[in-house]
């Protein structure tokens, strides 16, 4: 089994920033990709950013310019800088890994979300 972690939720004013951060554990031969999706109230759970192993990473065009993800491979960690924050992106953020688990093995694996409400 693989588990992923997320933290940095929270609540944020308009035009502030958070970073959130997920770190997987668990039966992991390598991480093929690992990127964070969002659920807003009402909403289909969509990609914000994603990050593939020798990749460049990956935008939703509404989070371009603002948000930013990066990747330590050594430590099975994903962040997600996210700045100029605005009420739309009030959603809870999902941590999703694709992962070669050590039995070989191609998985997908989802954390429990961080709620961020931006709000003034």
């Known amino acids: 089994q693989v588990q992923l972690v997320e933290s940095g939720g929270g609540l944020v004013q308009p035009g502030g920033s958070l970073r959130l951060s997920c770190a997987a554990s668990?039966?992991?031969?390598?991480?093929?990709?690992m990127g964070w999706y969002r659920q807003g109230p009402g909403k289909e759970r969509e990609l914000v950013a994603g990050?593939?192993?020798?990749?460049?990473?990956n935008y939703a065009d509404s989070v371009k310019g603002r948000f930013t993800i990066s990747r330590d491979n050594a430590k099975n960690t994903v962040h997600l800088q996210m700045n100029t924050l605005k009420p739309e992106d009030t959603a809870v953020y999902y941590c999703n890994a694709e992962v070669i688990t050590t039995n070989y093995n191609k998985m997908q694996y989802w954390g429990k979300g961080t709620l961020v409400t931006v709000s003034s």
């Open positions: 668990g039966n992991i031969f390598t991480i093929v990709a």
């Open positions: 990050i593939r192993s020798g990749g460049s990473p």
